[in-house]
């Protein structure tokens, strides 16, 4: 027993191993279903973000320090839950970053409370938690480099990555 769940385990791992590719949904809505939902395709373009985007999903930024959610942040995620009430079948991770200022440890946490955040709103927002993961990066993965209060700005954001 211990050896089939070892190699269920180590197929699992090689399985999700293949790297980033582009998810489509081609399937067909059943006809006459009154709770029937309609799934749109899933485009995930790798070169949006650090992490892609997907068409129809917004990225949210934060004010320096905060993890709490602005009135442009709830307005772009009542959206990205629009998208995912139209698209039930997607499961998604919501990553938390930072810009490079403060410790490793300060904005891992901080990202964290970001990811945190977004994921409680789209939960108030009648979205299934089951159907949302977070993660941190801090300040690991900045989408601009530079070392201005732009790009600072830039890199204080929660972004919407698929799962399956």
């Given at each position: 027993?211990k050896?089939?769940?070892?190699?269920?385990?180590?197929?699992?791992?090689?399985?999700?191993?293949?790297?980033?590719?582009?998810?489509?949904?081609?399937?067909?809505p059943?006809?006459?279903?009154?709770?029937?939902?309609?799934s749109?395709?899933?485009?995930?373009?790798?070169?949006?973000?650090?992490?892609?985007?997907?068409?129809?999903?917004?990225?949210?930024?934060?004010?320096?320090?905060?993890?709490?959610?602005?009135?442009?942040?709830?307005?772009?995620?009542?959206?990205?839950?629009?998208?995912?009430?139209?698209?039930?079948?997607?499961?998604?991770?919501?990553?938390?970053?930072?810009?490079?200022?403060?410790?490793?440890?300060?904005?891992?946490?901080?990202?964290?409370?970001?990811?945190?955040?977004?994921?409680?709103?789209?939960?108030?927002?009648?979205?299934?938690?089951?159907?949302?993961?977070?993660?941190?990066?801090?300040?690991?993965?900045?989408?601009?480099?530079?070392?201005?209060?732009?790009?600072?700005?830039?890199n204080?954001?929660?972004?919407?990555v698929?799962?399956?």
């Amino acid at each position: 027993m211990k050896q089939v769940t070892l190699a269920v385990a180590a197929l699992a791992l090689v399985a999700g191993c293949k790297g980033k590719q582009t998810k489509t949904d081609d399937s067909v809505p059943m006809a006459g279903g009154g709770d029937t939902v309609e799934s749109a395709p899933l485009s995930f373009n790798p070169q949006g973000s650090d992490s892609g985007e997907i068409a129809g999903l917004s990225t949210v930024n934060f004010d320096l320090d905060k993890s709490a959610l602005g009135n442009a942040a709830k307005e772009k995620l009542r959206g990205n839950a629009a998208w995912m009430k139209q698209n039930g079948n997607v499961k998604l991770q919501i990553e938390g970053h930072c810009d490079a200022r403060g410790s490793v440890e300060y904005n891992i946490a901080l990202g964290e409370r970001r990811a945190n955040a977004v994921k409680a709103y789209m939960v108030s927002q009648g979205i299934a938690g089951d159907r949302l993961s977070v993660i941190s990066y801090g300040k690991e993965k900045p989408l601009d480099n530079g070392d201005t209060e732009s790009a600072y700005a830039k890199n204080r954001r929660a972004n919407f990555v698929p799962l399956q």
